[in-house]
């Protein structure tokens, strides 16, 4: 704290976090006392909870981050613990996992927004690259197993009630984060948040169909659902980004539109491989199309660092 | 103001450690002690130092020892336990809280893992199943291994020593 009054803003942050680490370690070794050998998770779940409200407090962009960094890695490690209420939801089934992912992502992306342009800024920026990284991560795999027959073959017996969870808690996110965003008409603010609420009705979607144990059609409708979801939420991405000067937004949106792309080729690929003229012409396209969407890139991010500048 | 802030935040940090580990010594201290016996160890982590993994024989829970339905991965599991020598052995298991009978215990673990689809037993995980050597203590010498467990009335265990040959370790 003292560091931090008297100007040395990048020592306190770094003492700040230093601490948080301390306080980790600390648990760990309360449990290592008393041989405590259940889930890392409980842990994990410890050390966030107890740092979030001491970062949001003081404040410290650095604690809150690290609070939030320690509430990623519990997720994640929820996902693969097949005995935590999370992990046995998504564990009979592997597209639920990267459903769990992608609904992750969609919440992280609302939190970040919520955090507004105010003295959190760099937490916004946090949660927006971890939100669109995770739903980008899940969706692309989403996108090449829809022909896959182990969709059906690893059949989900229950409800997974704790992923419906998480779908629901993204929903109310998206539908307060507009709020949030920087002053313009409502139905355009509104349009990110539309986007991903796109993405959340695909998660049921799928939720609902492997619950059902609906036809190899109905995946396979599914694949294309997720070509088409991914282009049309990253254009928004794209064009949201270019107007409120968001640049990862922007680079989020090629991103997923090059691996949207290479994803479609590598189908394509697999079906059709006595058509080796497609495969040239598909190849071609996809560097032309990567080779433009980086000039896009370059060209839209530019224009939004002048803006910035001028401002 | 801020300074103020800060000292809450360490003071809730420490307490919140303090009344952990506070409330774990008042379990320990209200526990009664049996001993179980170790099925197999993995004596060393490089990675995360000198620890023992422990495999308890009451692990294994056959399918026929398993009352009611059967359980999901992570559901709470109560197993009972009655002596067999020097040890305990488990005689019932259950998926609600049970009442032991004379010179029984129950200890309460989850559900980690099923067997084979023939044998339907079931892999339960109680929470004990790391032992950290103590500094300079050593290796866990060879030999037959049992583990001292300090067992509360609800069934929840503290793994609190190990025994080779029957003599204490560490």
């Known amino acids: 704290m003292k560091a931090r009054a008297r100007g040395y803003e990048k020592l306190g942050a770094g003492l700040f976090v230093l601490g948080g680490g301390i306080l980790l370690v600390g648990i760990a070794l309360i449990g290592q006392l008393y041989n405590l050998s259940g889930r890392q998770s409980d ?15 003081l404040p410290s962009i650095a604690l809150v981050v690290l609070g939030w960094l320690g509430a990623s890695a519990w997720y994640v490690m929820l996902v693969f613990d097949r005995t935590a209420w999370l992990g046995r939801d998504v564990q009979s089934n592997v597209p639920l996992g990267l459903v769990a992912i992608a609904a992750a992502g969609v919440l992280a992306w609302a939190l970040g927004v919520l955090h507004g342009d105010g003295p959190y800024r760099r937490v916004r920026q946090f949660f927006e690259q971890i939100g669109l990284l995770a739903t980008g991560i899940a969706l692309v795999p989403l996108g090449l197993f829809g022909n896959q027959a182990w969709w059906v073959v690893a059949p989900t017996l229950r409800w997974p009630t704790a992923l419906l969870g998480v779908l629901a ?14 002053p313009d008409r409502l139905v355009v603010r509104a349009g990110p948040s539309a986007a991903l609420f796109l993405v959340v ?25 997720d070509w088409a979801l991914l282009f049309v939420v990253a254009l928004a991405l794209i064009l949201y980004g270019a107007r409120w000067d968001r640049t990862s937004w922007i680079n989020w949106g090629v991103v997923w539109i090059g691996a949207d792309a290479v994803v479609c080729y590598f189908e394509l690929f697999g079906s059709m491989l ?5 495969f040239f012409a598909t190849g071609v396209f996809v560097l032309l199309l990567g080779w433009a969407l980086e000039r896009l890139r370059r060209r839209i991010t530019a224009r939004a660092a002048m803006l910035q500048r001028s401002r | ?68 339905s059967q359980p999901d991965h992570g559901d709470p599991i109560w197993v009972t336990l009655a002596p067999k020598g020097a040890v305990y052995a488990a005689v019932a298991a259950s998926r609600t809280r049970t009442t032991p009978g004379p010179d029984q215990r129950v200890i309460v673990g989850h559900v980690a893992s099923f ?10 995980e109680y929470g004990i199943e790391r032992f950290y050597v103590p500094e300079y203590a050593g290796t866990v010498p060879r030999g ?22 029957d003599r204490p370790y560490p």
Do not use: C, K
């Open chain 2, 115 to 124: 067997g084979a689809r023939s044998s339907r037993g079931l892999s339960v």
């Open chain 1, 201 to 225: 009705l695909y998660l049921v979607a799928i939720v609902v169909a492997l619950l059902t144990h609906a036809t190899a059609v109905t995946f396979r409708v599914f694949d294309w659902a």
């Open chain 1, 169 to 182: 808690l993204a929903t109310a996110a998206l539908a307060v984060a507009p709020s949030r965003l920087p």
């Open chain 2, 144 to 165: 037959q291994l049992e583990a001292e467990i300090a067992l509360t009335d609800s069934g929840r265990p503290f793994l609190t020593r190990l025994f080779v040959d």
């Open chain 2, 1 to 68: 103001m801020r300074a103020r802030l800060f000292a809450g935040a360490v003071v809730v940090h420490a307490l919140v450690l303090v009344g952990w580990a506070a409330s774990l010594e008042w379990d320990l201290a209200r526990a009664s002690r049996i001993r179980l016996a170790v099925a197999q160890r993995d004596p060393r982590d490089l990675l995360r130092g000198v620890y023992v993994d422990l495999r308890f024989e009451i692990q294994e829970i056959p399918a026929d020892m398993m009352a009611g």
């Open chain 1, 274 to 278: 006595q058509t080796s003229a497609l």
């Open chain 1, 43 to 57: 842990a994990i779940l410890l050390w966030w909870i107890l740092l979030l409200p001491a970062g949001y407090t």
